[in-house]
């Protein structure tokens, strides 16, 4: 049976309002649809780390200030990855090469197990940086964004513009060592992002559209869905921060449409033939086994 895995991935960061109020507002949501369906939804969480400058913290790193939550989270089954936030280099580049190293052992210190999943802050990743997480272990990417983005003169991200995603078929591949848009013989698996929970702060008839998106995100899953059967296994990741649960950061008032039209989402499709909901990790390796059986990395 064809199968489209669903991964709910966190790039966790943020405030503390953010950790107090956004993240147990999605942990109750997904309790809610467990009990509710019987069925299991693992998330993965890839830590924040916070530089200034090498060797300087802008504050500590979650698994540092949060560490006995995600602790627990780990041991319901959860997937716990990184997530370091960079620096600005010499060429105006916004850079996580510097940190991908001694936050790994930083967090492997903390208690953690040895993280295989790896999300760049700011999607900021090239070549060097896969070069660097393949010596540190990690089989999963989930950086890779598409297009180029410029602030303030300063650029955040940037791909070669003849290798974009598609905006709808954003299907997982081995990452090629010279091009990370490209498929290649690399030991990490790319799982690009296909959703942005932010997406569901409008309904499906107000469509908010990322760039490197097209359609809804309830249409663009619905299309996944139905093609499931073109590969051997499809992954359907959908990204979201803390802080976007929280409709007013001040009085930390929830941001219930998000999370309304989020469980109406889940409650659909969780019954779906051939819907599994998976850590990006254990995805990750499902389609490795199913769509590169000959290879042994």
Not at 28 to 50: F, H, I
Not at 60 to 84: M, S
Request: charge should be negative; charged fraction near 30%.
């Amino acid at each position: 049976m064809a199968m489209i895995h669903v991964c709910l991935l966190c790039h966790t960061e943020g405030s503390i309002k953010d950790f107090e109020v956004g993240l147990p507002a999605l942990l109750n949501l997904r309790d809610e649809v467990e009990r509710g369906t019987g069925r299991k939804l693992p998330m993965t969480w890839v830590l924040g780390t916070y530089h200034r400058k090498i060797g300087g913290n802008n504050r500590p790193a979650v698994f540092e200030e949060f560490g006995i939550t995600f602790k627990n989270l780990l041991r319901r089954g959860d997937e716990i990855g990184l997530h370091p936030h960079g620096i600005i280099d010499e060429d105006r580049k916004m850079t996580v090469d510097p940190f991908v190293g001694t936050d790994t052992r930083a967090l492997l210190e903390a208690g953690f197990p040895e993280p295989r999943t790896f999300v760049a802050g700011t999607w900021s990743f090239y070549p060097s940086t896969l070069e660097l997480i393949e010596q540190e272990g990690y089989r999963v990417d989930s950086s890779v964004a598409g297009g180029k983005l410029v602030q303030d003169g300063i650029t955040i991200y940037e791909y070669p513009p003849d290798d974009v995603l598609h905006p709808v078929w954003r299907r997982p591949y081995r990452i090629h060592r010279d091009n990370v848009m490209r498929s290649g013989n690399s030991g990490v698996i790319e799982v690009p992002a296909s959703g942005h929970l932010l997406e569901f702060a409008k309904g499906e008839d107000e469509e908010l559209v990322w760039e490197f998106f097209e359609h809804h995100i309830v249409k663009r899953f619905k299309m996944r869905w139905e093609k499931r059967q073109e590969v051997a296994v499809d992954i359907f990741e959908i990204f979201w921060h803390p802080c976007e649960l929280i409709m007013n950061r001040t009085s930390g008032k929830l941001n219930t449409p998000i999370l309304e039209r989020f469980r109406e989402f889940l409650l659909e499709i969780i019954t779906r033939e051939g819907v599994s909901f998976s850590t990006v990790y254990d995805a990750a390796m499902d389609w490795k086994c199913k769509a590169e059986p000959h290879l042994s990395i």
